[in-house]
């Protein structure tokens, strides 16, 4: 209750929006109303000079009487409009900054307005004439100016009584009785009320206006800082930063020889997020941009996403200054081991494209990444010749699979019970007419990061239907085939779709296509990849889980995914049989597999003594260089066919 007589009473807390708002507001009244009042008091001055000078010499009175009664006041009214109009013009024209001077010049503009108002139509009642010079003047200063309610009523309400008492001591005209009449009572309160009714609604009405447009004011610049302003971290974003670093880099006065792009990248985050929350990631990711920013104090730093950082700065100082930050950043990690990892690109005189630079600093921060021992890394020429080809990929990916560049590349699975080929991986290769035969590490992690690899993924399932159906129709044997799934196709298309679309095409049955997803692809959006491998399963299609054991939440996964096949990873055979360590865990996972209604399968295997050992633990089948490497489905089928390797009874043709 307390609070809303407070805010109608116009005495709450106004922000500093607010209150030099009503200031502007009334500044601009008040060249209105103090250019009407210098005009009329200067015609009220030739007038009442005029009128004196026409007085008969024997009826003139001194000029003092005229000035004292007269003069005087019009003098008075003319300075103070004066001083008031040239205080607001100056106020317009961002002359001035001095709003209590400004404040005290209006209340004195005021109340000699409200005097002189009171005056002359003092003098006028007693010739009986009428008061509307006090009238006027009241609804001259009320009502053009905003004043707060409680304010208005003090002044309405003092001005009024005062002029009443004084008219109501003398006789009204025509009248021998002391006192005002019931007219000029009912009259002047109803002046007054109106004068205060309305004068509340202006303030309500300019207050309204402030907060509307101090709103309009405050999203403006919101609006302003995130167009140039990295949200969480405070520090620029690239949209600032392309369009400074661009001017910089055409700027005469530049010296080009001397700057250098960084790309600042903090490996192992991730980590660090999944171990104590985004919360904490975002705290430190504030604490790493001010920090970046200190240490690179007058050059231009942004943030250019998730936990990477870019900056333009010299040359000459930065390696110094990247040697300490990596030190300072070292010291904030908690149980994850935290490392900066930094790469450098120097454009050349004529280059003038910041986007490019910042690609290939970032390419070469890239080159290092997971190189302990390493946190620096100058873009050169033997990365210039890797970033040519990364440009190419992402260029011309549509057009090789357009021209059947993009060959699918068979290493058999073979059973360990048998020895013979009971599956094939179909692997990508990529036949340039440029560059040759491209292995997938040269493509495969380039397409995923520009987020193209569904492109190749539906291209490789396409061909292995294809190749199943030529198969069909000469009667040839052909095997179950496994393609591999990247986490990415299922945000960027319909994949599960595509495949049953596709093998419905070809007339595939869904039990020659089995799909593998790494278990790394697990890790995010868990709801919707348990949704999508449930509907592979349910549409008849085998669901394998690819490189077990890569990752670190391998547990977790066979908890909460329904698998037909899990293919160990390669790395545990890399020991053997040094390590001691490699066969009773690879005993266990084989055990664990049987126990979850699973096929075991292990890659990777490239001597006889790894295969038995496999065949001794009860692994149901087996792929690697034992076996065979990847090769073309016409040279796989030369090896069958010279006895090399054998294909399944079930899967032979007569």
Known sequence: MKEKIIKLLGIDKKTPYVRDYFYATNMRASIYMSVVVVVLEIWMIIRMTRTILNIPEGQAKPFAYYFQKYYLNYLILLSAGTAMLIFAVRFLKNKNDKPLIGTVIKWIFSFVCIYFGEIISYNDYVKGEQILTFL???????????????????ILSSSYLIFYFRIDMIPPPNSTEIGTTLA????????????LMFSFANYSQTLLQARKDE????????LSRISVQDELTGIHNMVYFRSEAEKMMNYVTTDKENIVFLFFDIENFKSYNEKYGFHEGNVLLKKIAGMIEGTFEGSLVSRFSDDHFVVLTRFDSCQNKIEQLSHTIKCCQGEVHLELKCGAYRPAENEKDPSLACDRARFACNSIKKHYDCYYQLYDKSLENRFQLKQYIVNHIDTAIENGYIKVFYQPVVSTENGCICGLEALARWQDPNYGLLPPGAFIEILEEYRQIYKLDQCIIEQVCRDYHEAEEKNLSFVPVSVNFSRLDFELCDIVGFVSQITEKYHVPHEFLDIEITESALTDQQNFLQSAVKKLREAGFKVWLDDFGSGYSSLNVLKDYQFDVLKIDMKFLSGFPENDKTQPILTSIVKLTRQLSML???????????????????????????????????ILREKIKAGDLQILQKYEKN
């Open 600 to 634: 075991s399968l292990t890659e990777g295997v490239e001597t006889k003594e790894q295969f038995e050992f496999l065949r001794a633990i009860g692994c149901n089948r087996a792929q690697g260089y034992l076996f065979s490497k990847p090769v073309p489905l016409n």
């Open 215 to 222: 709103n309009l004011e405050q999203l403006n610049e919101h």
């Open 184 to 195: 000029t009572q009912l009259n002047m309160f109803t002046m007054y009320l109106s004068t």
């Open 136 to 154: 006027t003047m009241e609804l001259f200063v009320m009502c053009l100016l905003t004043w707060q309610p409680l304010t208005s009523f003090l």
